[in-house]
């Protein structure tokens, strides 16, 4: 293989060497030879499939069926993507982009249309969040998929319990003493 002198430098000294030194520490790399240092299983199997396909059209689909099947790939407006787990919904990927981007949602579009909370995404979708003034609702624990959606939803609802809490106890308060306030003053 020939390489420049900038490509050696990128190779020696680059983030993949980085990599590369800190994986081998994790893996035992004295009784392997070095083709098998990096390999790892999907690509492996990849390969097999490559062997194994009678056209393009087969192994794309092989491809895509045993490795993508099992996350969706979405775009949101910026062109940037979110990789999700198969079953997601709107909900799910508001806060992957960001737990406030969630929390103030108001709408999703997708691919231009307005689609309900519980819409369930596709591969190749572009979504756009609409936030502004909203507050998640109770029944949006029953579209999000994503433990780590579900998670920040419970805390949410933890902490507006709380607060709710505190106002009650602050009102009760308030009243207990503007009742008895002619005994608390003579005592």
Not at 42 to 50: A, H, N, P, R, T
Not at 79 to 103: P, R, S, Y
Request: glycine fraction near 6%; include cysteine.
């Amino acid at each position: 293989q020939i390489r420049t002198s900038a490509m050696h430098q990128i190779a020696e000294n680059g983030m993949a060497s980085h990599w590369a030194y800190t994986d081998g520490k994790k893996r035992d790399v004295s009784n392997k030879p070095a083709g098998e240092l990096y390999n790892t299983p999907w690509l492996s199997s990849i390969k097999e499939w490559q062997d194994e396909a009678l056209c393009s059209r087969d192994f794309v689909d092989c491809v895509r069926r045993e490795l993508l099947g099992k996350r969706v790939f979405v775009f949101l407006r910026n062109g940037k993507i979110l990789n999700l787990a198969k079953g997601a919904t709107v909900i799910d990927a508001a806060f992957q982009i960001h737990t406030e981007v969630g929390l103030t949602m108001h709408g999703v579009e997708i691919n231009g249309k307005p689609v309900p909370f519980s819409y369930e995404l596709n591969n190749g979708d572009v979504v756009s969040v609409l936030t502004g003034k909203g507050k998640p609702a109770t029944d949006w624990m029953r579209f999000a998929k994503i433990r780590s959606t579900r998670s920040k939803l419970r805390s949410y609802f933890r902490r507006k319990q709380k607060e709710s809490l505190r106002d009650a106890g602050a009102i009760l308060l308030m009243d207990f003493l503007s009742m008895y306030n002619e005994l608390i003053q003579e005592s």
